[in-house]
């Protein structure tokens, strides 16, 4: 039973690299790369208050789309392989790909429930800089990379769970994690009052020349 939440912290993990280097880095160099589809979607996102209307259509029509759901897919086809042997790790890498599918495509036909349910996705698309916030499930390994940057405190989660706790267990969560994290939270408290001012400028960087 131990692999069903190692393969959700393995799938967070994933999430952080995965689009981070794939997502952004690589077709901000290459401009053929298959994914470069994505920095399409985040200038959709952009120009419709974080809404896109892509997430309505089929995956055959959409090529953004398409890619996610295929990348999704695969991902679990290949988690499969391990079935015999870590049947609690396939279903959690299977829970985790529909969690992200369902999240994400929820969230950018419905921005007020992503303001208020995965903020940090919507600063992902919604903040002066666009290349940081990788999570879009949890914010776990953004708050553990130190590259989770809060744009507007008011939506933002008071925990790096991203959870609803209730205060007496989420006090010692945060102490617990300033403890154990401290050069990430000092990273993530000057990058959120660097975000502050770079709003405050309306300094914008799109991903395409970061």
């Given amino acids: 039973m131990l692999g069903f939440p190692i393969a959700i912290l393995g799938a967070n ?5 995965a689009h981070k280097v794939w997502l952004h880095e690589y077709p901000s160099k290459h401009r053929n790369a298959p994914f470069f589809t994505h920095i399409r979607h985040h200038k ?5 208050q974080f809404e896109d209307e892509g997430y309505r259509e089929s995956m055959w029509r959409d090529q953004e789309m398409f890619n996610e759901k295929v990348a999704l897919i695969g991902l679990c086809v290949v988690s499969t392989s391990v079935l015999p042997v870590a049947p609690f790790f396939t279903l959690g890498a299977y829970y985790s790909a529909w969690q992200y599918w369902n999240k994400h495509s929820k969230a950018h036909l419905d921005p007020e429930w992503a303001k208020q349910n995965l903020p940090w996705h919507y600063d992902h698309h919604m903040n002066s800089n666009q290349n940081v916030n990788w999570c879009v499930t949890r914010p776990w390994f953004d708050y553990i990379m130190g590259t989770r940057i809060i744009g507007d405190p008011e939506i933002a989660e008071s925990n790096p769970l991203g959870m609803n706790l ?7 969560v945060n102490h617990v994690a300033r403890r154990v994290l401290p050069r990430a939270f000092q990273r993530l408290d000057e990058n959120r009052r660097e975000e502050s001012q770079r709003q405050a400028k309306g300094q914008m960087t799109d991903i395409v020349a970061a």
């Fill in 44 to 48: 959709r996102a952009r120009l419709n």
């Fill in 13 to 17: 993990a994933f999430e952080w690299y």
């Fill in 166 to 172: 209730p205060g007496w267990l989420e006090r010692p």
